[in-house]
């Protein structure tokens, strides 16, 4: 049995399309732009961030309704809508997983705006509506504790105070927001592993489906962009002042993003052309909260199970940027002796979109394996870190047959996952 890709989605700054998003970046373009956005930093910042217009537009034709949902919410609904539009599958069956990838979650509502329980716009419609729907017994409840028939309840109305609704910062409502929303009827699990959530969430959907606990699962890695992560990298002096250059000499840090990827993943039997899940691993280095190991240790141990043997055709790597990953990166690629296997980063074209980075940069690869194109390193010019590995700067035309993807992040987390093409 195999586990198979089904269906992929990415909503980014980029286009709201797996193919939109992978062509552009063929062509060049990226995400990223200098930002003079005060209500996240007091300094202009590179950022990739979604057009509001755009995204509201397409919510509003694809989604549907607006009941006051977050940024977050929007983006995460919007590609969940995309993935499963016309899929023939059975979301309430007990064979169907869904899992929820996020490093922060609501965490905007935790900001003045958000708490200071002031309508805006049309919000203040939408909360009427919500209010009723409350007063109906529909969705939601005050304390938390009760559930309907329609699973445990839920909030939207991003008008209200956190004092009143404090359940819309954690993590298991908004998955439980999602799942009652698509009709998913089993339990959604929610991974939070820093950055190395999404890799993190597809190793366990593998792991489950193969040990027979469900046939398929649909997976969902979003974060958007607040004040409150914006300051909380610029505490760590780890954001760049230019544009993002990944395993150059010159790199200096990283550029946030936003965005959410889904992926559908099924058990099978393998075709020719057909998209496999191989295996994933993951270790922690136990080296410090914020910094990765001096020897790429958790890094290395989680190459080396992912891999089991095999030698990937390409890398695609963490690539954050900062002098330490990148570095650390580099000693656990060459410790794994794949010095000369095509490395490359995706973050010059969609910034760190930390949640959801490792599914939409796994989504990415698989293109890449479809297509025959590896993706160039953008701001890669000068070599930048202490072992020889085959950085790619350039887009370049190859047989991928397979892609070893590679995350990493706070707290000593690192996660490999293989991906493979049947041939």
Partial sequence: MSILVKATNIVSPLGFSTEENFSKILAGNSGVKLR????????????????ENSLNSAFASVVGEDKGYTRFEKIGLLSLSYLLHDKDI?????DTLFILSTTKGNIELLEPAATAGQAKGDQAAACAKIEDIVQK???????????????PVVTTCADKTISQYPERLHLWHTAQLFANHFGFTTKPLVISNACISGLAAMVLATRMIKAGLYRRAVILGADAISRFIVSG???FMSLSASGCMPFDARRDGLNLGEGAASILLEAGDAMEGDIELVRGAMHNDANHISGPSRTGEGLFLAIRDALEGARPDLISAHGTATPYNDNMESIAVSRSGLNDVPVNSLKGYFGHTLGAAGLLEAIISIESMKAGVGIGTRGFEEYGVSEQINVIRDNFKHEINSVLKLASGFGGSNAAVLIRKNV
């Fill in 137 to 151: 017994g529909g969705i939601d409840n005050r304390d938390n504790h009760a559930a309907t028939d329609k699973g």
């Fill in 90 to 94: 059975d979301l309430a069956s007990a």
């Fill in 233 to 235: 990298f610029q505490s």
């Fill in 36 to 51: 003079d956005r005060k209500d996240l930093s007091p300094q202009p910042l590179h950022l990739a961030l979604i057009d």
